[in-house]
T-cell receptor, first 111, second 113 residues
């Protein structure tokens, strides 16, 4: 089974802290994605990566950055966390255009 | 670019009644279409997907969806709702040669006994 794992299920941080959310996939997929999920807004794409060291902005990249140093790992970085970044964050990986695998999500609370 | 419209954020259905969730999409290339379900405090689970084969797609738990190109729709149905169908449902679209997956805003389904 393809596995997408995220480093934490729940995370509580303070305003202004630097936050790292880690995602690892074990199936050698080229593409990896970060989404945030908010009630009534569905899932919105923050950033994605189609290769090591490559990244593209999604629909809501403001306040976030990403890092992909190895193929299996894709990190989402909040340089200075703010309360409006309190959300559920979902990582996904994909070998192509018709198959996606999602992680369990990290529920981040910024106080 | 691709986008999805799901109307009616909350949908109430009686147990045993038809479940119908509407999804309309926009895509500049032939689309791949998906329905996902998310049960409370769980991750996303794929219900079914359309990838240009049969237009009527059968999924898990008795759900099915029909791709209608002329209507740019991919509505999800289940003939008889069960209490265990209470969950949030998301329609999503990607396209040939495009590796981005765009989601609708979701439908929260409540099943009334």
């Amino acid at each position: 089974d393809v596995k997408v794992t995220q480093s934490s299920r729940y995370l509580v941080k303070r305003t202004g802290e630097k936050v790292f959310l880690e995602c690892v996939q074990d199936m050698d997929h080229e593409n990896m994605f970060w989404y945030r999920q908010d009630p009534g807004l569905g899932l919105r794409l923050i950033y994605f990566s189609y290769d090591v060291k490559m990244k593209e902005k999604g629909d809501i990249p403001e306040g976030y950055s990403v890092s992909r140093e190895k193929k299996e790992r894709f990190s989402l970085i909040l340089e200075s966390a703010s309360t409006n970044q309190t959300s559920m964050y979902l990582c996904a990986s994909s070998p192509g255009t018709s198959l996606w695998f999602f992680g369990p999500g990290t529920r981040l609370t910024v106080l | 670019a691709q986008s999805v419209t799901q109307l009616g954020s909350h949908v109430s259905v009686s147990e045993g009644a038809l479940v119908l969730l509407r999804c309309n999409y926009s895509s500049s290339v032939p689309p791949y279409l998906f329905w996902y379900v998310q049960y409370p405090n769980q991750g996303l689970q794929l219900l079914l997907k359309y990838t240009s084969a049969a237009t009527l797609v059968k999924g898990i738990n008795g759900f099915e969806a029909e791709f209608k190109k002329s209507e740019t729709s991919f509505h999800l149905t289940k003939p008889s709702a069960h209490m265990s169908d209470a969950a949030e449902y998301f329609c999503a679209v990607s396209g040939w040669g495009n590796n981005r997956l765009a989601f609708g805003k979701g439908n929260q389904v409540v099943v009334i006994p």
